[in-house]
Structure formats: C-alpha cells, structure tokens
Nanobody, 116 residues
Framework: QVQLVESGGGLVQPGGSLRLSCAAS????????MSWYRQAPGTERELVAI????????TAADSVKGRFTISRDNAKNSVYLQMNSLKPEDTAVYYC?????????WGQGTQVTVSS
C-alpha cells in the first residue's frame, strides 16, 4: 500500500521558518522523483520544488527560489522542504508527490499558515 505522509506544517510568523517532511512507503522511493506542491484557497495547485530520484538535481519555483530548499534521504524514504523567510503569500496546503513516468502518488497535505 502506497503512503505519503506529510508533517511539519503549522502557524508561523512572517520571516519565520518551517521544515516539512514527507515519509514514503509502499513503493521504490529511490526510483521516483519527488516534489512539493501547494494549493491556496481558490487557486490551482502549483509546483514548489522538485528533486530527482538520486537527489542530484533540484528545481524550485521562482516564487520560492532562494528561500525554500528541497532535499531527500533515500535511506529514510523521506523528502523534506526547508522553508525560510516565510511570507503570508506562502500560506497554503503543501503536498508531496512521487512521480515516475505515468505513475504519480500524492500525500494528504499539511497546512502552512504564515500570519502575525
């Protein structure tokens, strides 16, 4: 049974930091590219960052470049999103996704709220 479980979300003040984690099970994690998406109310889900299967390459959306960092630990079947210098516009539900060819698996999401 495939599972992706996000954690680490919460309420943080502008300028603060959070580290999201996504624990994977039920599939060959190290063979999948992993990504983080987010969706704010009334908007479409958008790609935040992606990391290749071996972790050799990462790409981040322009809106988070220089503030967010994606990483993974294939020994722990986990992917992370370090979020620094958070802004109110980063408020959203954050989802992790595993992708390999036509196969995509999604987690249930974790809420991140940036507010004073």
């Amino acid at each position: 049974q495939v599972q992706l479980v996000e954690s680490g979300g919460g309420l943080v003040q502008p300028g603060g930091s959070l580290r999201l984690s996504c624990a994977a099970s039920g599939f060959a994690f190290s063979s999948y590219a992993m990504s983080w998406y987010r969706q704010a109310p009334g908007t479409e889900r958008e790609l935040v960052a992606i990391i290749t299967s071996a972790g050799a390459s990462t790409t981040a959306a322009d809106s988070v470049k220089g503030r967010f960092t994606i990483s993974r630990d294939n020994a722990k079947n986990s992917v992370y999103l370090q979020m620094n210098s958070l802004k109110p516009e980063d408020t959203a539900v954050y989802y992790c996704k595993a992708g390999r060819g036509p196969r995509n698996y999604w987690g249930q999401g974790t809420q991140v709220t940036v507010s004073s």
